[in-house]
């Protein structure tokens, strides 16, 4: 099994990161989504970007409380389609 990851600002680890392209990392699938995905997307935190300057991103594994999170959110939507 892969580790499950996260990307979340270098400077102050927040996991609250954005793009201008509309492209978030999805913890649950494991990859970034949005309505544009771009490889040279410039990133901002919503802790150290309040002026508006682009930041550096950073992958960190997910910790155990993320990690029964993504899990508590799969098993919900496995209960859901198998309720229908």
Sequence with gaps: ??????????????????????????????????????????????ECSMDGSPINITERPLNLKEIAQVAIKKQEKLNASNAQ
Excluded at 9 to 29: G, H, I, R, T
């Design 1 to 46: 099994m892969t580790d499950f990851v996260t990307w979340v600002c270098a400077e102050c680890d927040n996991p609250d990161v954005f793009s201008v392209w509309e492209c978030q990392w999805d913890n649950d699938l494991q990859l970034w989504v949005g309505k544009n995905e771009h490889t040279h997307q410039e990133f901002y935190c919503d």
